[in-house]
Nanobody
Framework: QVQLVESGGGLVQAGGSLRLSCEAS????????MGWYRQSPGKQRELVAS???????NYADSVKGRFTISRDNAKKMISLQLGSLQPEDTAVYYC?????????WGQGTQVTVSS
């Protein structure tokens, strides 16, 4: 069993920055890809950024150049640095991890960007 806990969400003004963290615990020896997704009311959950155990990253076009995903394999944690935030970035951000074909999700952390 894998547990994912996100932290770092909050309220920030447009143009500001925020850093989200996701800590994994439990039976996490086989985790490969981890990533951040977000979901706004009335919208589908979408990929924001992902990173493999080897460090390969993938970003949604809407956040390229603004967000940076990083991974600390020793701490089994990923972070998302959100920069140049815009109101449209407002969403609940979820941490995702995959292990042996099973997908795990965190509880989510709210990011609200005011204009």
């Amino acid at each position: 069993q894998v547990q994912l806990v996100e932290s770092g969400g909050g309220l920030v003004q447009a143009g500001g920055s925020l850093r989200l963290s996701c800590e994994a615990s439990g039976s996490i020896f086989g985790i490969n890809t981890m990533g951040w997704y977000r979901q706004s009311p009335g919208k589908q959950r979408e990929l924001v950024a992902s990173i493999t155990v080897s460090g390969t990253t993938n970003y949604a076009d809407s956040v390229k150049g603004r967000f940076t995903i990083s991974r600390d394999n020793a701490k089994k944690m990923i972070s998302l640095q959100l920069g140049s935030l815009q109101p449209e970035d407002t969403a609940v951000y979820y941490c995702k991890a995959g292990q042996w074909g099973i997908v795990y999700w965190g509880q989510g952390t709210q990011v609200t960007v005011s204009s």
